[in-house]
């Protein structure tokens, strides 16, 4: 188990993490603050937003992305510390309708019929949630059927909620997102082996203000106890 040492005075973490992450990184940095003394502040949003945002010299300490190709950039213009970065959180796709009025979906192909008139994804072309979703369709051959009715959300809570108010027929979503909503019902669950490999790295950036600050708090993200909430929250955690 990763062990955090205690500051000698407590200091401010600024974390920059994917949307899907949300409720779980709440629920964390409780008992973090608690124990530490140090403060965590979040800004959430889609990864290829944050990448954006820390690449534009956003006050970031610790990026938390849903996907390698997003950190890989980031590495490539060394604007994260690559000893710090680790692959910690696995997660799998589902397809989910309004809880109370959803059709009935028994596989994802059947997206590409013509009773189904509008899927919710997020954006298939940048943001992780969206080209995990594009990458399976395309697998199973219903890509081309999907997208003209396929309306593109700014990130993976935004999907979820669109499908949860009866704005979209169903959505593709993360298992964790579905799981946190009362809202909608999950219709299919796409199988671990036969869906996209869903990574979640984690790195301190190499402009953080607050350096040992962002290292303890990835220390204690990757300890037992972290880990433990990932799962209560649906994350899987395939390397400990």
Same mark, same amino acid.
């Given at each position: 188990?990763? @062990?955090?040492?205690?500051?000698?005075?407590?200091?401010?973490?600024?974390?920059?993490?994917?949307?899907?992450?949300?409720?779980?990184?709440?629920?964390?940095?409780?008992?973090?603050?608690?124990?530490?003394?140090?403060?965590?502040?979040?800004?959430?949003?889609?990864?290829?937003?944050?990448?954006?945002?820390?690449?534009?010299?956003?006050?970031?300490?610790?990026?938390?992305?849903?996907?390698?190709?997003?950190?890989?950039? @980031?590495?490539?213009?060394?604007?994260?510390? &690559?000893?710090?970065?680790?692959?910690?959180?696995?997660?799998?796709?589902?397809?989910?309708?309004?809880?109370?009025?959803?059709?009935?979906?028994?596989?994802?192909?059947?997206?590409?019929?013509?009773?189904?008139?509008?899927?919710?994804?997020?954006?298939?072309?940048?943001?992780?949630?969206?080209?995990?979703?594009?990458?399976?369709? @395309?697998?199973?051959?219903?890509?081309?059927?999907?997208?003209?009715?396929?309306?593109?959300?700014?990130?993976?809570?935004?999907?979820?909620?669109?499908?949860?108010?009866?704005?979209?027929?169903?959505?593709?979503?993360?298992?964790?997102?579905? @799981?946190?909503?009362?809202?909608?019902?999950?219709?299919?669950?796409?199988?671990?082996?036969?869906?996209?490999?869903?990574?979640?790295?984690?790195?301190?950036?190499?402009?953080?203000?607050?350096?040992?600050?962002?290292? &303890?708090?990835?220390?204690?993200?990757?300890?037992?106890?972290?880990?433990?909430?990932?799962?209560?929250?649906?994350?899987?955690?395939?390397?400990?």
């Amino acid at each position: 188990m990763a @062990l955090v040492s205690l500051p000698a005075a407590a200091e401010e973490v600024r974390v920059f993490a994917a949307a899907s992450l949300t409720d779980v990184l709440k629920d964390i940095a409780t008992d973090y603050e608690r124990s530490s003394g140090d403060r965590v502040v979040f800004n959430f949003g889609s990864s290829s937003m944050l990448a954006r945002q820390i690449e534009q010299d956003a006050p970031a300490d610790l990026f938390l992305s849903a996907d390698e190709s997003k950190m890989d950039d @980031l590495q490539k213009s060394n604007l994260i510390d &690559r000893k710090t970065r680790l692959s910690v959180l696995s997660n799998t796709l589902v397809i989910v309708v309004p809880a109370d009025r959803g059709m009935m979906i028994t596989s994802a192909k059947e997206l590409a019929d013509d009773r189904v008139m509008s899927v919710a994804i997020a954006e298939p072309t940048s943001v992780p949630a969206g080209i995990y979703a594009r990458e399976y369709l @395309l697998k199973i051959g219903a890509w081309g059927r999907v997208v003209p009715k396929a309306i593109p959300m700014d990130n993976v809570r935004a999907a979820l909620a669109a499908v949860g108010s009866g704005n979209a027929d169903c959505g593709i979503v993360y298992r964790t997102d579905a @799981l946190i909503s009362k809202h909608v019902r999950v219709a299919v669950e796409v199988p671990k082996d036969e869906g996209p490999h869903i990574s979640y790295p984690f790195a301190v950036t190499t402009s953080a203000r607050s350096p040992a600050a962002a290292r &303890r708090f990835l220390a204690y993200l990757t300890s037992k106890p972290a880990l433990d909430v990932f799962r209560r929250y649906g994350f899987l955690v395939p390397h400990e």
